[in-house]
């Protein structure tokens, strides 16, 4: 082909290719990709009964044979031995075939929050919880009494020296209080030794035990201390928590009115803790984590922020 030809071939090869994308409609501009923070989604929660259902320390369940009694130790350590003949039926006759018995136990401070078990006294008094658990035996589906007592040895916490002061509590709808002639606890090296000679009434709600210091807050000069949601507290059915900084227990809210949470005359002054108040508004959890000193009296402004299951955690377990 000579030189006249070739160029004339190129340049209709390069007008053909000119016509055909000017007849193509133009492409749209690709929209830039952003990164937004969005409110947290809805989690399914109904209510603040079902959030604790739901994130609440779970049960475990142990089988043995009433007539010969045995033992189990749970995956925090606590030992529970029972001994032969040990439960009675509701017609009071000596259990000797299988036995289930349902058990939890609650070490953590961010545990007793999860579960709704503060270790508060009935008059709304903090207490110093070296653990807590709940027990129930069942034999065919029906609740049992004890016949025999039964001890459940609770471990040390590995930061602490046994305290002497160590009562037995049993809770009831208004809280924790002193099990009296029902149990017994000794302190050692290792734990301590609860000997439980009866189970609370009635036996098919279970029962929930403490091992608590009296003591160890009444000590201070008690204080007055409100919360004061500024959001409809009713909206989130909102709970109020103190979790005390360096000692094992948690304190509910035990007086409120509308959007005040009051915590009178039971919190001790100069002591460091973490007020965390939770809530449930149209399937989303919302929390406030505030850190306060105690004085003699104060009044504290909050306002919830929606936030997830997993991040409100692991606020709380920084606070164990």
């Not at 000069?221 to 103190?242: F, P």
């Amino acid at each position: 082909m000579n030189t006249f030809f070739r160029k004339l071939t190129v340049a209709a090869t390069v007008a053909v290719i000119t016509v055909a994308f000017s007849c193509k409609k133009d492409s749209p501009t690709p929209t830039p990709t952003t990164t937004t923070t969005t409110t947290p989604t809805g989690e399914g929660y109904t209510s603040m009964s079902d959030f604790f259902a739901k994130n609440g320390v779970a049960a475990q369940t142990y089988t043995i044979t009433g007539s010969s009694g045995g033992s189990f130790r749970s995956p925090q350590g606590t030992v529970v031995t029972i001994p032969p003949n040990a439960f009675l039926n509701s017609s009071l006759q000596v259990v000797t075939g299988p036995v289930t018995i349902t058990f939890k136990d609650i070490y953590k401070k961010s545990d007793m929050l999860l579960s709704n078990i503060a270790a508060t006294t009935t008059t709304g008094a903090p207490l110093k919880s070296g653990g807590e658990f709940y027990i129930k035996p069942t034999s065919g589906g029906n609740a049992l009494t004890l016949a025999n007592a039964i001890t459940v040895t609770q471990p040390l916490d590995t930061l602490s020296a046994p305290d002497s002061a160590m009562n037995v509590y049993y809770r009831d709808t208004a809280g924790w209080a002193l099990a009296n002639l029902n149990a017994s606890i000794v302190a050692n090296a290792s734990g301590y030794l609860t000997t439980l000679y009866t189970l609370t009434t009635p036996p098919t709600a279970g029962t929930w035990c403490n091992s608590d210091d009296p003591s160890y807050f009444s000590a201070y000069t008690q204080g007055t201390l409100v919360l004061q949601e500024t959001d409809n507290a009713t909206d989130y059915g909102t709970n109020v928590y103190l979790v005390f900084k360096g000692i094992n227990t948690t304190d509910a809210c035990h007086t409120g009115f509308g959007n005040n949470f009051n915590f009178t005359n039971c919190v001790p002054v100069g002591l460091q803790c973490t007020a965390v108040a939770l809530g449930v508004k149209n399937g989303t959890l919302y929390s406030a984590i505030i850190p306060l000193t105690i004085t003699s009296s104060q009044t504290i402004s909050f306002s919830l922020t929606a936030t997830t299951t997993a991040a409100f955690k692991a606020a709380l377990e920084a606070l164990n």
